[in-house]
T-cell receptor, first 113, second 112 residues
Framework: EAQVTQNPRYLITVTGKKLTVTCSQNMNHEYMSWYRQDPGLGLRQIYYSMNVEVTDKGDVPEGYKVSRKEKRNFPLILESPSPNQTSLYFC????????????FGSGTQLSVL | LAKTTQPISMDSYEGQEVNITCSHNNIATNDYITWYQQFPSQGPRFIIQGYKTKVTNEVASLFIPADRKSSTLSLPRVSLSDTAVYYCLVGPYGGATNKLIFGTGTLLAVQP
């Protein structure tokens, strides 16, 4: 089944403790991206990647890192999480660019205490 | 990047046809128009995509006028399960920029 898999589904952590949210797709997609969703602010893009080793900033990249060492994986890294990064995170992928059909993961609810 | 504008919310009743319009005045020649549906705490789900004129699939229709500065998602005979947020997105199949900007979306509330 074609899908984007995110883990974990829920995560509670403390300020400053490094964490990684994993994202994997099984569709051989070129484009992958991360979003955060906050009440009243909608979905905002954090980072995106057009291919292996090619990543770029979205609208809200501060405090986040990503890597694209393999085509299928696109982990989101928070090196020193802060409470303002408490949010619902989504990973998505598409065959080509953002204008193509995006497949979203089921989300990761992160709470930073 | 084309910015989109949609109504914040809409109300409807079961069995009615619902039309949600999105404005995208600065759409580029190579941009496609895509609509997504999102339920609370779930990832957005693809509904329909088009470039111009009319596109229809098993769940919706998409109407795009000749100037492509707007588009209308049409949901026939809605049910309670269609209560969700609907997003209109405009973007290319790859290009000079691959950023993506989601608008605020339209919260559709379907009542019995």
């Amino acid at each position: 089944e074609a899908q984007v898999t995110q883990n974990p589904r829920y995560l509670i952590t403390v300020t400053g403790k490094k964490l990684t949210v994993t994202c994997s797709q099984n569709m051989n997609h070129e484009y992958m991206s991360w979003y955060r969703q906050d009440p009243g602010l909608g979905l905002r893009q954090i980072y995106y990647s057009m291919n292996v080793e090619v990543t770029d900033k979205g609208d809200v990249p501060e405090g986040y890192k990503v890597s694209r060492k393999e085509k299928r994986n696109f982990p989101l890294i928070l090196e020193s999480p802060s409470p303002n990064q408490t949010s619902l995170y989504f990973c998505a992928s598409s065959k080509g660019g953002p204008g193509e059909k995006l497949f979203f993961g089921s989300g990761t609810q992160l709470s930073v205490l | 990047l084309a910015k989109t504008t949609q109504p914040i919310s809409m109300d409807s009743y079961e069995g009615q046809e619902v039309n949600i319009t999105c404005s995208h005045n600065n759409i580029a020649t190579n941009d496609y128009i895509t609509w997504y549906q999102q339920f609370p705490s779930q990832g957005p789900r693809f509904i329909i995509q088009g470039y111009k004129t009319k596109v229809t699939n098993e769940v919706a229709s998409l109407f795009i006028p000749a100037d492509r500065k707007s588009s209308t998602l049409s949901l026939p005979r809605v049910s309670l399960s269609d209560t969700a947020v609907y997003y209109c997105l405009v973007g290319p199949y790859g290009g000079a920029t691959n950023k993506l900007i989601f608008g605020t979306g339209t919260l559709l509330a379907v009542q019995p």
